[in-house]
């Protein structure tokens, strides 16, 4: 079974702090891992996409990097603000035979960025 | 360019009765993508559609059915409804060919099972 892990579950951090958020991946299939954040109520929001010949994504102040060996993908957000607080979930894309693709989800880490 | 559109974004059934949700992916997309969100499962996929032929399929009851008309937008349909079918419905859009996939989400679809 496709397996994707958030740690933490939960953060709560103060204003301007640096924040790692970790996401860890069973399946070899993954091909791409993509990072969305969601708010109370809402979609999902892409932030960065890794495809797989890449080891990192950068966007403003996150930065994203995908070790597939060892089944790892890490979101850095740089000097933290109350606005990044939200859930944020990493997704591996996994292509299926015939083609087409599927997301399989993490459990996703809830953050509040406190003033 | 406009995003994914979804609707309607909120509704109320009862058990038994049926619903259908609507998704306008973005301009020049031809793949999309529904899933389901809980508390209790997270997000799970549903199924694709590409070219108005289902791609792929998730563990779902026949109860779940889709289709999508030659200008990609899709429908959801979901028959028979059941308090577990309570859930946050969103629907994804890509360009679906190639290696590169990134998903755009629309906002969302309420749906309360009473």
């Known amino acids: 079974k496709q397996e994707v892990t958030q740690i933490p579950a939960a953060l709560s951090v103060p204003e301007g702090e640096n924040l790692v958020l970790n996401c860890s991946f069973t399946d070899s299939a993954i091909y791409n891992l993509q990072w969305f954040r969601q708010d109370p109520g809402k979609g999902l929001t892409s932030l960065l996409l890794i495809q797989s010949s890449q080891r990192e994504q950068t966007s403003g102040r996150l930065n994203a990097s995908l070790d597939k060996s060892s089944g790892r993908s890490t979101l850095y957000i740089a000097a933290s603000q109350p606005g990044d607080s939200a859930t944020y979930l990493c997704?591996?894309?996994?292509?299926?035979?015939?083609?087409?693709?599927?997301?399989?989800f993490g459990t996703g880490t809830q953050l509040k960025v406190e003033l | 360019k406009a995003g994914v559109t979804q609707t309607p974004r909120y509704l109320i059934k009862t058990r038994g009765q049926q619903v259908t949700l609507s998704c306008s992916p973005i301009?020049?997309?031809?793949?999309v993508s529904w899933y389901q969100q809980t508390p209790g499962q997270g997000l799970q996929f549903l199924f694709e559609?590409?070219?108005?032929?289902?791609?792929n399929k998730g563990n779902f009851p026949g109860r779940f059915s889709g289709r999508q008309f030659s200008n990609s937008r899709s429908e959801m349909n979901v028959s028979t409804l059941e308090l577990g079918d309570s859930a946050l419905y969103l629907c994804a859009s890509s360009f679906g060919g190639g290696l590169y996939n990134e998903q755009f989400f629309g906002p969302g679809t309420r749906l309360t099972v009473l």
């Open positions: 301009s020049g997309h031809r793949s």
């Open positions: 559609y590409f070219s108005e032929t289902q791609r």
């Open positions: 997704a591996g894309e996994i292509l299926i035979t015939g083609g087409g693709n599927k997301l399989t």
